[in-house]
Nanobody
Framework: QVQLVESGGGLVQAGGSLRLSCAAS????????IAWFRQAPGKEREFEAA????????IYADSVKGRFTISRDNAKNTVYLQMNSLKPEDTAVYYC??????????????????WGQGTQVTVSS
């Protein structure tokens, strides 16, 4: 069974930065594209960023482009989300998700096979 564990969330002031980590219990971690989604209270889960299995391809939602950076270290079985210039509207629970190789890099939550438990990010104004 695949396990994903997010960490790094917390409370930060607007304009600040956080780095989220997603650690995976996968012997073949390098074979899985990974995405970050977020879900604010009362809202649907939204795609934020994704990275290919090799790290060579990345995709970002327009709302975070230029502020967030996704990266991965396959030797450490970890994907990161560096979040800069945070805004109050970035407040949400952030989830990482993995999809089996061969299905591209989806942006729909329903296309992902494995999910972490989430980490709370709160940005104060």
């Amino acid at each position: 069974q695949v396990q994903l564990v997010e960490s790094g969330g917390g409370l930060v002031q607007a304009g600040g930065s956080l780095r989220l980590s997603c650690a995976a219990s996968l012997r073949t971690f390098s074979g899985y594209p990974i995405a970050w989604f977020r879900q604010a209270p009362g809202k649907e889960r939204e795609f934020e960023a994704a990275i290919s299995w090799s790290g060579s391809n990345t995709i970002y939602a327009d709302s975070v482009k230029g502020r967030f950076t996704i990266s991965r270290d396959n030797a450490k079985n970890t994907v990161y989300l560096q979040m800069n210039s945070l805004k109050p509207e970035d407040t949400a629970v952030y989830y990482c998700a993995a999809v089996r190789l061969g299905r591209g890099i989806p942006q729909e939550s329903g296309d992902y096979d494995y999910w972490g438990q989430g980490t709370q990010v709160t940005v104060s104004s």
